[in-house]
């Protein structure tokens, strides 16, 4: 009897109009293009507009083009998982709130926060339920409106996180494709390094957290950017050696899309050429969850049956981890 995998049948992926790059930050704090280039290596980053709207809205666009896409209908999902740290709201998970307004009536859904890892997270759970066979059509879903808990007073964290969505469509298969190990970790020692302060059950909103801008974004960068280096590095070297993959045998290194350096060390210590590496923080910063899926969205089109991908990714809690699979599909499947 053959073994079922899950494998990506399709992504999508959205990012608001509205661009705000380095020339129009500096005029709202003190930084500079060269200053932000040099340490992290973001130029621009996309910003969602508009009254009313959510990391949900981001996420139906990414979520419809895979039904466009795809000629996937609404009612054959089984499944609906959002990895978010900025859900809609506290409750209900916005993974509902997306299945709604696209129409998803005949499965379930929940939320995942898994910080930078979600998507990896996500990845890993929504395969368990296609190997399991309770699950056929499963879609995760990253959307992350991070200007709603940034405070763009702070040079050292306003010039990093952007706006975006990105989906998956994960689906069974017997081929020797799809996700083939995965290796994810946690330490809550990081949690004291990179969290917001208030917000939750621990310090509820006030007036006096609103005032003292705890719903923002806190960041120890020194502390952060030792452990990504190491454990990002690390993770995906190991996955390689379980594996018995070399640097020739690895089509593709997609990172998580935090900072050029860490992205550069992380390439190094794995023997891999730039042109291996899928890079786009220039242009969207760091997306948290959603920035491996909107790689995997940028690139569809370069992508083959059978190349052997490496995802990595680290991020809040602290959380890290590496999944190791094999692409599903030649990416000019969809091309318009």
């Known amino acids: 009897m053959k073994k079922t995998s899950a494998v990506i049948t399709a992504v999508g992926g959205y990012a608001p109009d509205y661009i705000l790059d380095n020339h129009e930050l500096s005029k709202m704090v003190d930084t500079t293009d060269e200053w932000i280039m040099t340490r992290v290596g973001i130029k621009e980053r996309h910003i969602q507009k508009g009254e009313g709207l959510g990391a949900s809205d981001m996420g139906v666009e990414a979520v419809n083009e895979i039904f466009k896409k795809t000629g996937v209908k609404p009612e054959e999902i089984d499944l609906v998982i959002c990895t978010t740290v900025t859900p809609d709201h506290p409750f209900p998970a916005t993974a509902n709130i997306i299945a709604d307004k696209c129409g998803i009536k005949n499965g379930h859904g929940f939320d995942l926060n898994g910080a930078c890892s979600g998507f990896l997270y996500g990845l890993d759970t929504a395969s368990q339920f296609i190997v399991s066979g309770s699950k056929k059509k499963v879609l995760l879903v990253c959307a992350e409106k991070m200007s709603a808990i940034t405070d763009y007073t702070d040079r050292t964290t306003c010039v990093l996180f952007g706006d975006a969505a990105a989906a998956i469509l994960l689906e069974p298969t017997e081929e020797e494709i799809g996700i083939r190990d995965s290796i994810l970790r946690s330490d809550g020692f990081g949690r004291h390094h990179l969290h917001m302060k208030a917000g939750g059950s621990v310090m509820p909103a006030s007036h006096e957290t609103v005032d003292q801008k705890l719903h923002s974004v806190y960041q120890e960068g020194q502390p952060v950017f030792k452990n990504a280096v190491s454990k990002m590095a690390d993770v995906s070297v190991e996955i390689m050696e379980r594996n018995n993959l070399t640097a020739d045998d690895v089509s593709w290194l997609i990172p998580h899309q935090a900072n050029l350096r860490i992205i550069g060390a992380t390439g190094d210590r794995m023997n891999l050429p730039k042109e291996k590496v899928m890079i786009n923080i220039e242009r969207y910063g760091n997306t948290t969850s959603a920035t491996i899926?909107?790689?995997?969205?940028?690139?569809?089109?370069?992508?083959?049956?059978g190349d052997n991908?490496?995802?990595?990714?680290?991020?809040?809690?602290?959380?890290?981890?590496?999944?190791?699979?094999?692409?599903?599909?030649?990416g000019d499947k969809y091309a318009k």
């Open 309 to 330: 991908l490496i995802l990595a990714a680290f991020g809040a809690g602290f959380t890290w981890g590496s999944i190791y699979l094999k692409w599903g599909y030649d």
């Open 293 to 305: 899926p909107l790689c995997l969205w940028e690139w569809e089109k370069s992508l083959k049956k």
